[in-house]
């Protein structure tokens, strides 16, 4: 602790890492320094403010010298509670050992807060390249950071999607970490018909679907000649694939329904061409002959009438 104390009190240049990226908390630190009683222990106090940042610096270079703004806010508000806690409690020996306590307290906070970032935040894709946007712990910008697909390519996959005829098939390609990314991606989806798997398929052989925000499609009332090999890629606006994955559709036939047969009446008997609305042919000359005497009766009884 002396040895660390002795060199705390050594010059040295201040220089903004990721912590003091807050401004916030440089001008706690300023705060502090300034409330001393004396000139001797604000200039000490400012030396020990300085030399902890370039131990912030060094923590922060250990582990990829990047931080996001959400990890930031994370390490100062716990920094911020433990060190306003520090001001609040009652001080009986050195001041100045007691700042070196809860700066190098600052340093672990910031230290595990960035071994969590650069384990689970930092690159999150585990198929596809990312590239975001992260604070410089050197120089408190914004720079482009690029995490590159562990697999080496951007291609995630094939997975089979099933549907009947008639029925609905949802194609999903997100990820969480595509929100991550620069700029305003887009996913394309296209297809090539044909039963999927079948044959290899060429760039040529897929015609686009649609270009949409959204990461998800619905296909509604499918029909068996809609299956095919659908493929959903995110691409930037100079086309730039940042992940693409592969749905093989297949649509099954809808099982045929079934069909009553209809009940006809049974036919007639063999040689019995009676039916109710035709006259049978051995009716037909009586009839005859009963029109004709009918119309005669009635010409003679007109002619007596008439004189």
Request: hydrophobic letters at 35%.
């Amino acid at each position: 602790m002396l040895l660390m104390f002795v060199s705390l009190l050594c010059c040295v240049p201040a220089a903004k890492a990721c912590l003091q990226c807050d401004r916030r908390i440089r001008l706690l630190h300023e705060d502090f320094a300034l409330s001393a009683r004396t000139v001797d222990d604000q200039i000490e106090l400012k030396k020990i403010c300085d030399h902890a940042y370039v131990t912030y610096r060094e923590t922060s270079h250990e582990r990829k010298q990047v931080i996001d703004p959400t990890t930031l806010y994370r390490a100062r508000t716990e920094y911020q509670s433990e060190f306003d806690r520090f001001l609040k409690t009652k001080h009986t020996g050195s001041v100045t050992f007691e700042a070196i306590m809860i700066l190098e307290k600052g340093r672990r906070i910031l230290e595990n807060h960035l071994d969590t970032f650069i384990r689970d935040g930092l690159c999150p894709n585990k198929c596809g390249l990312l590239r975001r946007r992260v604070i410089d712990c050197f120089s408190c910008r914004y720079k482009i950071y690029i995490c590159p697909s562990p697999s080496g390519q951007q291609d995630c996959g094939d997975y089979p999607v099933q549907a009947e005829e008639g029925g609905q098939a949802v194609l999903n390609c997100f990820h969480p970490w595509h929100r991550l990314l620069l700029g305003s991606p887009e996913y394309h989806y296209s297809w090539a018909p044909g039963v999927p798997g079948t044959e290899k398929l060429n760039e040529s052989d897929f015609n686009t679907l649609v270009v949409t925000d959204d990461s998800s499609v619905v296909l509604n009332q499918l029909h068996v000649n809609e299956q095919g090999t659908y493929r959903c890629s995110l691409q930037g606006r100079s086309g730039f694939i940042f992940y693409r994955v592969t749905f093989l559709l297949t649509v099954a036939p809808s099982p045929d329904q079934t069909h009553r047969p209809v009940n006809s009446p049974p036919p007639l008997p063999h040689g019995d061409n009676y039916s109710p609305f035709q006259p049978a042919g051995g009716l037909l000359v009586p009839v005859i002959a009963m029109v004709t005497a009918l119309s005669l009766a009635a010409s003679v009884g007109l002619a007596v009438v008439l004189g």
